[in-house]
């Protein structure tokens, strides 16, 4: 074990956040081939049980503090016996020392189920398109186990080594709370449709599977994204949207890019600070800088209300954010309709520690 310590503390003494940690560790391992896949698997673990738990010990002891994290995250199970044998360190769990500012929680979900979230990976949700029977049986003759979280979604163990058995066009890759968004679209033919935000087009992709006879518009800022998004939507045999790469929190840009157009409903999926998502991506709760906050809800009041001048009356605004903090949910949805005189028809807090998902907040406006 001595070169695995030494290694897990370089990793630790070395990153700093500025990389997804899958990618750092992805790096590190390329420049020490030496390592091999029990040694990577080992050094996995120890690290994001370590961004999972940390700060929730007191100890000084680096050694210490990633075994205790290990137990806390239960997966002490990949160290070797004699390390076992020897007996771990028995020390006490404080989780509220995880995230010590005073931001406040949506409601919906204490901090608690929060913080406790954090000390497992959620698990691999897909979202069945079509041929739900065949998809069942090749799990079920490959002794895939998987659970329904409801009609169309199934609960998978993390990385489970689907994309080599199921046809591309059956399923999507989507959390269990991001496909519980849709429940709020009720989309109706021929209604016309923007996604101003649309990344990859996860919504976009739902939206169109649920009535592919809506007229689409997406917009991101990013043109690799909007090419993914395409490849995607030729993926799913959707016809492709239209779509301008533009950012929508420039006004100029935005009416540059639509116009006069004009929409029945407006998926606004604003970037945030992702803190639903965190189990899945520990390193961001380790690292947050509480003064990130104020930047992600200027950013989203600002793009929701320039978004908002496009909607026909009557029309509906959904936003959407991966976040369960207050000041990007509750908060933001207050100024926007002081704003723009919008109606809050429903918000909820989709609250998926229990089923070992993400969480997200949905707030239905009218116009």
């Avoid at 990577?40 to 994001?48: D, F, H, Q, T």
């Avoid at 993390?158 to 959390?175: C, F, M, R, S």
Wanted: glycine letters at 6%; charged letters at 20%.
């Amino acid at each position: 074990m001595r070169y695995i310590w030494q290694h897990i503390k370089t990793i630790i003494e070395t990153y700093t956040g500025s990389l997804p940690l899958a990618h750092f560790l992805k790096n590190y391992y390329k420049l020490h081939p030496i390592l091999g896949s029990r040694d990577r698997k080992i050094l996995g673990a120890m690290a994001y049980s370590y961004y999972r738990a940390a700060k929730g010990f007191t100890t000084n002891s680096v050694e210490e503090k990633i075994l205790a994290c290990m137990q806390a995250c239960r997966s002490e199970n990949l160290l070797p016996p004699a390390l076992l044998a020897s007996g771990l360190p028995q020390l006490d769990f404080f989780p509220d020392n995880l995230f010590q500012t005073n931001t406040a929680i949506s409601e919906g979900i204490t901090k608690s189920e929060w913080l406790h979230s954090m000390c497992s990976q959620p698990n691999l949700f897909i979202r069945i398109r079509k041929d739900k029977k065949k998809v069942t049986d090749i799990l079920d003759n490959h002794n895939i186990p998987y659970t329904f979280a409801s009609s169309t979604c199934l609960s998978l163990p993390n990385g489970a080594k689907i994309d080599a058995l199921l046809e591309p066009d059956t399923y999507v890759v989507q959390d269990a709370s991001s496909q519980q968004t849709g429940n709020y679209f009720q989309p109706k033919k021929n209604e016309m449709w923007y996604d101003c935000c649309s990344g990859a087009g996860g919504k976009s992709l739902l939206l169109k599977d649920l009535e592919p006879g809506v007229r689409l518009t997406v917009t991101d800022r990013r043109e690799t994204i909007i090419y993914n998004l395409h490849q995607r939507f030729r993926l799913y045999h959707h016809h492709l949207p239209v779509a301008n790469v533009t950012d929508v929190a420039n006004k100029a840009l935005l009416e540059k890019a639509l116009g006069a157009k004009k929409f029945d409903n407006i998926i606004c999926d604003a970037p945030c600070s992702g803190s639903g998502t965190w189990a899945r991506t520990p390193e961001q709760l380790y690292f947050f800088d509480p003064k990130t906050l104020n930047e992600f809800s200027s950013l989203q009041k600002t793009i929701a209300i320039n978004v908002s001048h496009y909607l026909k009356p009557g029309g509906r605004m959904l936003y959407i954010t991966c976040s369960v903090f207050r000041e990007e949910n509750e908060n933001v949805v207050a100024e926007i309709i002081k704003q723009t005189g919008l109606h809050l028809n429903r918000s909820r807090l989709i609250n998926g520690t229990s089923i070992h998902a993400d969480s997200m907040f949905i707030a239905e406006m009218q116009k």
